[in-house]
C-alpha cells in the first residue's frame, strides 16, 4: 500500500522563476491538501483538492495555485518565486467523508524548495 | 491571536523523565485534535489522535480540555530516540470542510 509520493525531493530555483511540484496520495484517499513549512514553524495550509477543484484555500497570494487530476493526484504551481518561498512544501492527503471531522492526513516526504 | 499555539521549547529533558506539553486552540468549534511528530527535516508523522475521554498509548497519554481549549501530551519515562519535535494540529470548520492547523511544535530533546 503506496503512501503519499512526491516529487522532486529537493530543487533550487531562482527568483522569478517557477516551480511545479507533484503529489499522489495514498491509496484509496481523494483528498489532496497542500501545506508550506518555513524552518522553526508549523505547515501552513495552502488549499485542499477535492473532486478536481479547489475547495479551501489559506491566506496565500494568488501566485500559489494548482491543480489535481482525475486519479486524484495533485500539482502545486508556485509563479514568480521570491526568496521567503523557500521551505519544504508538504502535500498531505485524506479521505473526505461529508461532515466528518476527524479524518486523519497523511503527509508525504515533502519537497525542499530552495529559492536563491 | 494564532489559532493554535504552542511552546517551542526546547524541552531539554534527561531520560527517563516525565515531560507534557500543552497546545491551545482558539476556535470553539474545532471538532478533532491530534499529534504529530516530526523528525529533523522530515515530514510530520501522526503520533496520536486525542479524543474527548482522553487516550492512552504506551509511554504517551494524550487528554482534551474542551472548556480550557487545550490539549495536551504527556510522555514518560522519556527515551532518547524521543528527541524530535511534537506538533498539534486542530479540526476546524471551515466551508463545509475541516482544515487542520497547526502549531509550531515543541522541541524535545533527550540527553543522557
Known amino acids: 500500500d503506496a503512501g503519499v509520493t512526491q516529487s522532486p525531493t529537493h530543487l533550487i530555483k531562482t527568483r522569478g522563476q517557477q516551480v511545479t511540484l507533484r503529489c499522489s496520495p495514498k491509496?484509496?484517499?481523494?483528498?489532496v491538501s497542500w501545506y508550506q513549512q518555513a524552518l522553526g514553524q508549523g505547515p501552513q495550509f495552502i488549499f485542499q483538492?477535492?473532486?478536481?477543484?479547489?475547495?479551501q484555500r489559506g491566506n496565500f497570494p494568488d501566485r500559489f495555485s494548482g491543480h489535481q487530476y482525475p486519479n486524484y493526484s495533485s500539482e502545486l504551481n508556485v509563479n514568480a518565486l521570491l526568496l521567503g518561498d523557500s521551505a519544504l512544501y508538504l502535500c498531505?492527503?485524506?479521505?473526505?467523508?461529508?461532515?466528518?471531522?476527524?479524518?486523519?492526513?497523511?503527509f508525504g516526504e515533502g519537497s525542499w524548495l530552495t529559492v536563491v | 491571536r494564532k489559532e493554535v499555539e504552542q511552546d517551542p521549547g526546547p524541552f531539554n529533558v534527561p531520560e527517563g523523565a516525565t515531560v507534557a506539553f500543552n497546545c491551545t486552540y482558539s476556535?470553539?468549534?474545532?471538532?478533532?485534535f491530534f499529534w504529530y511528530r516530526q523528525d529533523c527535516r522530515k515530514e510530520p508523522k501522526l503520533l496520536m489522535s486525542?479524543?474527548?475521554s482522553g487516550n492512552e498509548d504506551g509511554r504517551f497519554t494524550a487528554q482534551l480540555n474542551r472548556a480550557s481549549q487545550y490539549i495536551s501530551l504527556l510522555i514518560r519515562d522519556s527515551k532518547l530516540s524521543d528527541s524530535a519535535t511534537y506538533l498539534c494540529?486542530?479540526?476546524?470548520?471551515?466551508?463545509?470542510?475541516?482544515?487542520?492547523?497547526f502549531g509550531r511544535g515543541t522541541s524535545l530533546i533527550v540527553h543522557p
Open positions: 476556535n470553539s468549534a474545532s471538532q478533532s
Open positions: 498531505a492527503s485524506t479521505l473526505r467523508v461529508t461532515g466528518v471531522s476527524g479524518n486523519t492526513i497523511y
Open positions: 494540529a486542530v479540526n476546524s470548520p471551515s466551508g463545509g470542510s475541516y482544515i487542520p492547523t
Open positions: 491509496s484509496g484517499h481523494d483528498t
Open positions: 486525542v479524543y474527548s
Open positions: 483538492y477535492y473532486e478536481e477543484e479547489e475547495r
